[in-house]
């Protein structure tokens, strides 16, 4: 077995572990996690409400995970649970006016983070490091 492939692994968990601490101190002031960014940026992001069980499968969280973190974004006024009309068992969700201008406000900082930590990588380099990281994800999809 080739020696680099547990340093790959551990590379990999330490460098997503080290970019969300970071993400997290730039958020804290926003009263958002990582965990509620993503759920909002995700839920501004799409052009019709999701349900809870798309936030969930688009997050890599189980269903009873994502009702808590839904919850607490319910509370903090930022997203709401929309009952349709044709279905009264499903809940869609949609970010709220206070929501979306966090959202912008947070994306600012984001996308100032994400090129701030990939100014000093040659742009082949990452770009070779994002196909082999979409490779392995669309690999791991198929497992």
Do not use: C, Y
Request: no cysteine; aromatic share 4%.
């Amino acid at each position: 077995m080739d020696p680099t492939w547990p340093h790959f692994s551990r590379l990999l968990h330490l460098t997503a572990h080290a970019w969300r601490l970071a993400l997290e101190r730039r958020l804290k002031e926003s009263g958002l996690s990582m965990s509620g960014w993503l759920a909002v940026a995700t839920i501004a992001s799409e052009s019709q409400p999701i349900t809870q069980k798309a936030l969930a499968q688009t997050l890599g969280l189980e269903d009873a995970s994502v009702v808590p973190l839904i919850d607490r974004l319910v509370k903090q006024q930022l997203v709401e649970r929309v009952q349709p009309e044709e279905d009264r068992r499903k809940r869609l969700l949609h970010v709220t006016s206070q929501g979306n201008a966090l959202f912008n406000k947070v994306k600012v900082e984001a996308d100032a983070l994400r090129l701030e930590l990939l100014a000093n990588i040659d742009p082949d380099e990452l770009a070779t490091t994002q196909r082999v990281l979409q490779q392995l994800l669309a690999t791991l999809g198929t497992v």
